[in-house]
């Protein structure tokens, strides 16, 4: 898919001053304001907090950096927590591209990391652990718990997640190239196009996680891979957990759609026999039974945006608004120089797009439903 790759960084806090909940259509007026002023990045594409009371923010570089500071705004740099860019493969949609700190990191120090290596190029998932300085981790306490061969350069998923349960979600792209071609989004015996869900706290079967007793496909005799939580992804980029526990993911379009997905257990969601509520392949009069819709999707056009990046819907404490956080590789004047209309022509405006939208989303799935106090959302700019 489209990729859009910016040498320059920076984090931005966006405050979202919505309307009532009862003017549903009303989209939200947004002010945009920088944080972490003195600090920059390459490539950044994850921030995470281990939530171990030390208040710190942790950066992924794609290149294979991750970085720490405390979260203070006007934290002066940055430290290097872990290099290894001698093992990742850069470039494109490849990269490190995704940092899970395990639930008990505080008292285990272990976290896992999602990236792609080459010979043969694939992604790995891997486990490392802090060190005796909590600002430093052990590099070559490596330990890889799966590796997916990705037969393109795209479509690599990248996000790993810790669910309300404790298993490890991690996502995977199609595999790559475009429209599926080897169709492994609706393959069972294949990772590629899927969420998986692993338990890394006990290891059976010689692999250094086991597969949770109630995943859909375990234990079947049909080649199916008992990793696989839900299937018929195309590239689900980024996902998140709601309070709720409920399981949101972007999955990342074809070229004309753009989706918001529900993931369920054992679900199948649609690609690529459809992208988005549309038919795909064949393109039209396709078989949708048994197919999990989207609860939302926009298309490519003036009005709309482009590549879904995702996001993280949270309560917090304000009754009238809505926080939004931006994790973007833009630069300054990319953001306050264009109106929105006029941000909405250039590539990296597709995200203040995405945000309108997961704010429309939010409103109409959650507002009627729930008190929105705060919510926060995290959108991140690679695909
Ligand atoms: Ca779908």
Known sequence: MLKFIYTFSLFVLLSVFIFS?????TLAQVNIERTFPNLSFQNPVDIQTPNDGTNRLFVVSQLGKIFVFDNDNDIQSAKTFLDITD????????????????PNYNSNGVFFLNYTTSNPRRTLISKFTV??????AIKNSEEILLEVEQPYSNHNGGQLAFGPDGFLYISFGDGGSGGDPENRAQNLTTLLGSIARIDVNNEANGKKYSIPNDNPFKG????????????GLRNPWRFSFDSTGKLWAADVGQGEWEEIDIIESGGNYGWRIMEGNHCYNPSSNCNQDGLILPVWEYGHNPEGGYSITGGYVYEGENNNELKINIFMQITFLEIYGHSIYQIRRIPLSLNLTEIFLLLVLMKKRICSSLIIKEAFIKLFLIM
């Open 220 to 231: 079947n005799s049909d080649g199916s891979l008992g990793e696989i939580y839900a299937y």
């Open 131 to 136: 060190s005796n300085n909590p600002d430093s």
């Open 87 to 102: 093992r990742v493969l850069f470039g494109g949609e490849q990269g490190l591209l995704g940092l899970a700190f395990h």
């Open 21 to 25: 909940c009862k003017n549903d259509e």
